[in-house]
């Protein structure tokens, strides 16, 4: 399992399941959009306190941002 990917996918669809654009989450987070972007691409290792902050920003656990999506 490549964690980097299951990270990236997690944000992204959380992010688009609360309506927000790369641009507007980078502004909520304090990341930058170019940041965003590498991290949904699965090209970034974000650092557990990343996560952490990316979580809080987007309004879930970390835990979240972990778990593989088996929705399908």
Not at 30 to 59: C, K, M
Request: glycine share 10%; proline share 3%; no cysteine.
């Amino acid at each position: 399992m490549d964690m980097r990917k299951t990270v990236g996918e997690n944000v992204r669809r959380i992010r688009l399941k609360k309506g927000l654009t790369q641009e507007q989450f980078a502004e909520i987070s304090g990341f930058s959009q170019q940041y965003i972007s590498g991290l949904e691409q699965g090209r970034r290792n974000p650092t557990v306190v990343t996560l952490y902050e990316l979580a809080t920003a987007l309004g879930v656990s970390h835990l979240d941002l972990l778990r593989p999506d088996r929705s399908g």
